[in-house]
């Protein structure tokens, strides 16, 4: 922890001022180093070390319990400890929340008596040396924080530094729960007397948390923080851990001048939920963005989202059980196949072969990719694998085998998005704003599930398609074109066998399409085809088209 926005020397990137002393009023630092025996507790070896204290295993004298010692130096500048002790009584017997056994203040130490615990998520995945965590470890840590937050929120306390250095897995036999340590920054938001939750400010405060993943409202916008900021921090340390080499602004360590902490801040209020998330499960995307569109007094729905990674992890074919398993068992192995053959992300050989599709559309010198760090990133990576496929045929990516109805729970989130963009796609009144809607549309068909046309994805295109029709929507705002669906128009009698040879042949002449017109006539064609082959997948062609379709969109007036 650090006092001040501009402290260097901490790792973990906690940092906050609120209620602290002030360094010139401290007293001197202690006399002696820590001794061997606090109270009645013998310390062994050090376990780990923040910016304010020391934790030591340590031995009673007398009973030979083992406990973690955190030490403190009585006068530091940061006194954690003295706001522990009163938070820990809160959480007294919930899981996954240390058990306090005892703490005082002996000569010029401060202690605090607590479970010993295992590892921190920091440290393990750490040494796991990979540049993301598995699904499925991810989705069993969005499972329990999310619950240890509603046991701290139900009982009136905010945590207010969420970090992977503040979640510990347990020693056998709980190693399969997370516990939340380092109360140090939490604070109650219940007036224990009032019983009513603290009041909201527009007043500018200090930053209490942690560089990494405060929420933006509190650590941009110096916001008075409320339960929505908690589940947004956790929120971006499980995108970080999808993220290879993790969320960009924790790349380059804690900024060490006031300078270097503005623009880290400049880039995480900038980053978009749909950028960040790229390539994810759009569970994480809905997350984020659910998370900033709570109001400051908002309760969340804590059972809602530990049900979706639930499902999530089920759909995967993990078991539904929360329990964290470490190291991660071979994702080639999954307890039970899974119900529809998916990933997690794009697998990368795929992505490199779609990008290479794209790579060869004729778009002239305009750069295709725009700013997709991960994207490129992950493309580097496959570069060397990456096959060139030209003269290949177009191969389905990835077939559905469940009925749409066995699947209508699991899918909710997907069905969910792409209600909402037909909405949108509907009310759309500019070329741009269509092409960003068929860009996140995109988004959606690669990340969840298998990547086939559901009922809502079709729905989308349909409202698509009559929005393109129609011009005169672009004449008066909000007005909804009266174009028949496409299914309604004549139809087409082509055999299935056809669809990879239409689908290629609009792929490439999506760039050259004159108008919106064109463009309309494209997407019921791409509709009709989808519809009719097995499965209703979307091939590689599939996704080239859209691609060229959202990107030809910016340049028709
Ligand atoms: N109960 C525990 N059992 C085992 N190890 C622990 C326990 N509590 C803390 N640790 C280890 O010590 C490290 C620091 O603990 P903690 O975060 O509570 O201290 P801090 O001084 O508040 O740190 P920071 O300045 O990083 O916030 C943890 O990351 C963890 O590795």
Request: overall charge positive; some cysteine.
């Amino acid at each position: 922890m650090a006092i001040s926005d501009s402290e260097s020397d901490v790792s973990s990137g906690s940092t906050g001022s609120e209620g602290l002393s002030d360094s010139s009023q401290l007293d001197p630092p202690p006399s002696s180093e820590i001794p061997r025996c606090i109270a009645n507790w013998w310390l062994n070896d050090k376990l780990g070390a923040g910016y304010s204290g020391s934790i030591f295993r340590a031995t009673h004298l007398h009973t030979r319990q083992i406990v973690a010692l955190k030490v403190q130096y009585v006068n530091h500048e940061c006194p954690t400890n003295r706001y522990e002790r009163h938070l820990y009584p809160l959480l007294q017997g919930g899981k996954g929340m240390p058990r306090l056994w005892a703490s005082g203040v002996q000569g010029e130490w401060d202690y605090l008596a607590i479970d010993l615990l295992g590892a921190s998520l920091d440290s393990l995945y750490r040494k796991s040396g990979k540049d993301t965590m598995d699904l499925r470890s991810v989705c069993s840590i969005a499972m329990q924080l999310i619950s240890r937050l509603e046991l701290m929120h139900t009982r009136g306390v905010l945590h207010r530094d969420i970090q992977l250095g503040n979640c510990v897995v347990g020693l056998p036999p709980n190693e399969g729960t997370i516990y939340m340590i380092d109360f140090g920054f939490s604070k109650r938001y219940i007036d224990p007397y009032t019983n009513r939750h603290i009041p909201n400010s527009n007043a500018k405060r200090d930053f209490i948390g942690n560089y990494w993943f405060s929420s933006v409202n509190v650590h941009c916008r110096g916001r008075v923080p409320s339960r929505r900021d908690d589940l947004e921090a956790a929120a971006l340390m499980l995108i970080h851990l999808l993220t290879p080499r993790g969320l960009s602004w924790t790349r380059n360590g804690v900024p060490k001048t006031s300078e270097a902490h503005n623009r880290l801040k400049a880039e995480k209020k900038a980053a978009q939920p749909e950028d960040l998330c790229k390539g994810m499960p759009v569970e994480f995307e809905d997350f984020l963005k659910y998370c900033r569109r709570l109001k400051f007094k908002d309760r969340p729905d804590y059972s809602q989202w530990i049900e979706h990674f639930r499902a999530l992890a089920v759909e995967e074919g993990f078991p539904a059980s929360e329990d964290f398993i470490w190291p991660p068992p071979s994702i080639d192995k999954p307890v039970h196949p899974p119900r529809h053959a998916r990933t997690a992300a794009v697998k990368k050989d795929d992505l490199a072969d779609i990008l290479n599709d794209l790579a060869k559309l004729n778009m002239g010198a305009r750069q295709i990719l725009g700013d997709r760090t991960n994207v490129e990133d992950v493309v580097k990576h496959t570069k060397a694998d990456a096959k060139l496929n030209s003269g290949q045929r177009s191969e389905p990516i990835t077939i559905s085998s469940g009925s749409e109805s066995d699947t209508r729970v699991n899918l909710m989130p997907k069905a969910y998005q792409l209600n909402q963009l037909a909405e949108q796609v509907s009310k759309a009144t500019d070329n741009p704003a269509i092409s960003q809607l068929v860009r996140q549309f995109i988004g959606v068909l690669k990340i969840n599930s298998s990547r086939t046309l559901t009922r809502e994805a079709f729905h989308f295109l349909d409202k698509l398609y009559k929005q393109l029709d129609d011009p005169s929507v672009f004449i008066k705002a909000k007005k909804t074109s009266q174009t028949r669906s496409f299914s309604e128009q004549v139809p087409e009698r082509e055999p299935s066998h056809v669809k990879l040879g239409v689908v290629a042949r609009l792929r490439q002449e999506v760039q050259f399409a004159p108008n919106n017109k064109a463009l309309a006539s494209m997407v019921a064609d791409f509709a009709k085809i989808t519809n009719k082959s097995t499965g209703r997948t979307v091939t590689k062609d599939g996704f080239a088209f859209l691609e060229g379709l959202s990107e030809r969109l910016k340049f028709l007036p």
